[in-house]
DNA sequence: TATGAATGTGAAGAATTCTTCAACTTGCAA
DNA sequence: TTGCAAGTTGAAGAATTCTTCACATTCATA
């Protein structure tokens, strides 16, 4: 409640910064799956997956339903996966952007292309 | 390089999880800054906001100059600030879900809304 | 109802990240 | 030069987060 906005930021983003959490979020982007499924894509230990999905659920980023003898899991809003997208697109440009300063750096001068 | 990119992404965003982190990636959302404006805007000591500020530095979001007796800083791309928005307009809807979620628990059937 | 498969949980040591302190640079100006 | 203001840095203890282990649940079915 009076936890400043920045902080609350800040704690988003601390949850998205896992290699596992992340995998999982990616794979919901499709649509639901079940622990099984994760499990099978993930390689990580069942408990520890369980961990992560705790720590997922308690920031509300994702559902749980039972389904009989599995459970499965689901994004709780499409703007997860909006989220997700921005940051690859990003990602990928930032990436690239250092690749082609690496290159330039690696030969230089060879036909300049700057702005 | 033979980084993964899921833990690229996973680095990435427990970049973004600092309040400290966040606050200056704000503030410099609208321009560079030296640092005498962050450290007055921040509420920090020197020496911590200079450890975030390298944290920042190192993974490419900012890059720092050297003016002479002060030192100004910048997004290093407008991209972070892109995804800073669509943090910014997810995480809003997030929070007013959740809100009237509660709303809706605290006073129940009153005028019913659903989907 | 006894079993087993699918998941989840608390706890503890390992690993990371934070904060703070003291000391160090750089540039400017007395 | 000397001194001071603006920032930065390395190190260390504190705090947080991860991973893993042992054990618990929940369902379905034999």
Redesign the interface.
Do not use: S
């Given at each position: 409640m009076a936890v400043?906005?920045?902080?609350?930021?800040?704690?988003?983003?601390?949850?998205?910064?896992?290699?596992v959490?992340?995998?999982v979020l990616?794979l919901l982007q499709d649509g639901p799956r079940p622990v099984r499924e994760l499990l099978a894509a993930i390689e990580v230990e069942p408990s520890n997956l369980s961990q992560q999905l705790a720590v997922l659920r308690r920031t509300?980023l994702v559902t749980a339903t039972r389904e009989g003898n599995t459970v499965v899991y689901a994004l709780s809003?499409p703007?997860?996966a909006?989220?997700l997208r921005?940051?690859?697109?990003?990602?990928t440009?930032?990436?690239s952007?250092?690749e082609s300063l690496l290159a330039e750096l690696r030969e230089p001068d060879r036909q300049a292309h700057r702005a």
């Open positions: 400043p906005l920045y902080q609350a930021k800040a704690e988003f983003f601390r949850t998205l910064g896992h290699p959490r992340i995998r990616e509300q809003t703007d997860v909006e989220l921005a940051a690859r697109r990003i990602l440009e930032m990436i952007d250092q």
